[in-house]
């Protein structure tokens, strides 16, 4: 009995015991082991780290090869916007559709003929102007350049008086090239024998 009691005790201070020591060639094979996965984190870490920069530089890719396309995405947003505000909601119940069919096709041609032939710097500092005229002042909106302070087109519309036809609106613009002394046509639009309102009424 005194034998069973014995090797029962030899049995369970093994099992409590295993795992604490270990032996010293174990040691070196688990340094080892560590400095192979230290080895391969750190290069893991570097496949990760270059392709976070390649997504970076493909992004940075993706705006400046759209920037073009943004600014006239803007630009024809607040095109539309600074037309419908200057009209005011008398003018624009009237014409508002054959604007958006007839003219304002012709105003996104021509802003997409400005921007294309614009470099990459250029384009980044165009804007757009946000008071059109009221009453009977000309301008819908500009394009400016921000850092030359200076217009690089202006799109205008004119109230016309037909002598026994009635009154119209003739849209135009101007451009920087030629000292906005050119009026360039962009359409015209049948109001009414009657005086049409002031802009924005």
């Known amino acids: 009995m005194r034998l069973w009691l014995t090797k029962l005790s030899v049995v369970i201070i ?3 015991t295993f795992g604490i020591f270990i032996p010293p060639t174990y040691l070196d094979a688990e340094a080892s082991e560590q400095e192979v996965f ?3 984190s750190d290069n893991n870490f570097k496949d990760v780290h270059s392709e976070e920069i390649d997504h970076i530089d493909e992004e940075i ?3 400046e090869i759209n920037a073009h396309e943004q600014f006239i995405s803007y630009a024809l947003k607040q095109a539309k916007q600074q037309s419908f ?3 005011g909601p008398k003018i624009s119940s009237h014409v508002g559709d054959e ?3 007839e003219v ?3 105003i996104q041609e021509v802003i997409e003929t400005l921007v294309e032939s614009a470099n990459e710097e250029q384009v980044q ?3 757009i102007t946000e008071k059109p005229s009221n009453g009977y002042g000309e301008k819908i909106f ?3 350049d921000l850092q030359k302070k200076e217009d690089v087109a202006r799109f205008h519309v004119r109230r016309v008086n037909h002598p026994r036809e009635g009154h119209s609106f003739n849209f135009h613009y101007h451009l920087y090239s030629d000292r906005f002394e050119k009026h360039h046509h962009l359409g015209d639009i049948f109001w009414d024998k009657n005086t049409p309102p002031k802009w924005k009424s």
Do not use: A, G, R, W
């Open 125 to 127: 500092k165009y804007e």
């Open 61 to 63: 890719d993706y705006v």
């Open 85 to 87: 505000e200057k009209f």
């Open 104 to 106: 304002f096709p012709k």
């Open 142 to 144: 500009h394009i400016y």
């Open 14 to 16: 093994t099992f409590m």
């Open 38 to 40: 230290v080895s391969n």
């Open 99 to 101: 604007f958006l069919n």
